[in-house]
Structure formats: structure tokens, C-alpha cells
């Protein structure tokens, strides 16, 4: 059995306090069967300085984009794709609109989003999607640019069940986050029930949203063991049957052979 996490910020770790290397977070992590991990960018600079920091694993993979709450200032959208075609690279972003910290960069994020998913298209790799309190834009923009056509996943899902059947009909996968063991996030839950079991991931958002018994405490991929521990009993299946669904999802997703997971 093994896991994925299908989420992580791998360069926000605290490696002067809990972590001796980076070494040590991938032996915490394998050691609770999670074997793979996806390091996402928000930034082209944090791009660049996350794979120069974590070089080439056979057990990381990267994402590269940026995140919508750092459209302070403009970026080239030639670079993004020229970074992104690094065979290193299995997807785009965090890309996506946030309209809750920053509605002033409404037209900049929107922008953005669409060069993601346009460079995603043409380099044949799915977008990471984030979104909080917009909705219908997240939407609309996904089927102007015709996202279905490289495919993606909204990440750490927080919206309800009619969003979550919009995205499952555009053939996204759904991803969850340490939130739905929080006490209060019973309609997460329930969103969980219904999200098919071949459509769904697991993720830490490490260093972020650390799932109970450690809410408070850094996140580390290690955790996502937790994540799925919660996820099967929710769904009511055994944890082997949930590892190997997810993780060949995530296989079938971003297009990586599931012998480079830790399978067979």
C-alpha cells in the first residue's frame, strides 16, 4: 500500500525546527506509506528556487504557476510556459481566483487563470486549481478556455456539492485537505460522500491546514496518511482499497506511471 500527496509546499517546510533536510520529510512521509509527493509553486521565482532547493527525486514531482494571490505585479507569460515544459513538470499552477483576500486583482488573477490553462493545453498538462469566493467566474473561465482539455483538479475543496458536480462533468478530479477531519466542517464532509472514490485525491496543502489530531501545528506530507485514514472510514472502505484508487488517479491525472509511485 502506498499513498500520494498530491498537494504539498515543499520550500515552505521548517527545516531549522522540525525537519533536519528535506531528506528527513520524505523518509517521515515513507515511513507512513506516503511515497510520492507533488512540490507546488505559487511564484516563478519560488519555481526556481524549489527546484534548485529539491533538484531531481525519483519520489517529488513539481508543478509551476502562480498562485492568485500573488497578482500583486505582473509576470511573463512566455516564461511560465517556457518553465513548464520542463519534463520535470507534471502540471500548472497553483493557478485559479481568490477573491476573498484580494477582489482588487479580480482582472489580473482572471488574466492569469486563462494563460494557466492555455499553456496547460498546449503542453498537454492539467491545471491545479485554487478558488475562494468565486465561484461562478472559476466556472465560466474553466469552460471558455476549454480546461477539459488537459484536464485538472480543485484543490483542497472547500465548495459545495453543486460545484463539485460542475467540475466532475468537465472530467476534474477533486482533492481533499487535512479541513474535512476539522469538528466544524461537517458540509465538507458531506460533499466527500458524494465525490466518487475514482475521482477524488488526497493532499496535506503542507505546510498549511494540518489535519486533527496535529490542527495547529505545521503540516508535513507524513500526514496525509492521516487525510486518508479519515477519507476511507468516511467513504467506508479499507484504507488499501483508498490508497490504490487515489493514487492511481493521481497516476491517470498527471500522467505518471504508477511504477514511478511505488507500485507494481
Known amino acids: 500500500m502506498f499513498l500520494v500527496d498530491s498537494h504539498c509546499h515543499l520550500d515552505g517546510l521548517d527545516y531549522k525546527n522540525l525537519h533536519r533536510s528535506l531528506d528527513d520529510v520524505l523518509a517521515k512521509a515513507a515511513a507512513r506509506e506516503v511515497k510520492f ?13 524549489m527546484t534548485q532547493h529539491i533538484g531531481d527525486r525519483h519520489n517529488v514531482a513539481y508543478s509551476c504557476g502562480v498562485h492568485p494571490l500573488n497578482q500583486q505585479e505582473a509576470y511573463d507569460f512566455a516564461e511560465l510556459s517556457h518553465l513548464a515544459s520542463d519534463a520535470r513538470v507534471v502540471a500548472m499552477g497553483e493557478t485559479g481566483l481568490d477573491y476573498h483576500y484580494q477582489p482588487e486583482t479580480k482582472m489580473r488573477q482572471q488574466a492569469s487563470f486563462r ?3 492555455r499553456a496547460g493545453r498546449q503542453l498537454n498538462k492539467p491545471v491545479i486549481v485554487h478558488t475562494r469566493e468565486a465561484r461562478e467566474d472559476t466556472l465560466a473561465i474553466l469552460r471558455e478556455e476549454q480546461a477539459v482539455q488537459c484536464g485538472g483538479v480543485l484543490h483542497c475543496f472547500t465548495e459545495d456539492r453543486a460545484m463539485a458536480s460542475a467540475l466532475l462533468d468537465m472530467g476534474f478530479y477533486i482533492s ?4 474535512v477531519t476539522f469538528r466544524n466542517a461537517e458540509a465538507l464532509r458531506d460533499v466527500a460522500r458524494f465525490i466518487p472514490l475514482d475521482r477524488m485525491l488526497v493532499e496535506t496543502d503542507s505546510p498549511y491546514l494540518a489535519p486533527v489530531p496535529y490542527r495547529g501545528k505545521e503540516n508535513q506530507p507524513a500526514y496525509t496518511r492521516d ?5 476511507s472510514a468516511l467513504k467506508g472502505v479499507d484504507i488499501e482499497t483508498f490508497a490504490r484508487v487515489t493514487t492511481q488517479n493521481f497516476s491517470q491525472l498527471f500522467r505518471i506511471p504508477l511504477s514511478r509511485l511505488g507500485g507494481e
Open 37 to 49: 509527493i507533488l512540490a507546488v509553486a505559487t511564484t516563478l521565482p519560488g519555481y526556481k528556487a
Open 115 to 117: 494563460e494557466h490553462i
Open 176 to 179: 481533499f485537505s487535512g479541513m
Open 227 to 231: 487525510v486518508a485514514d479519515f477519507l
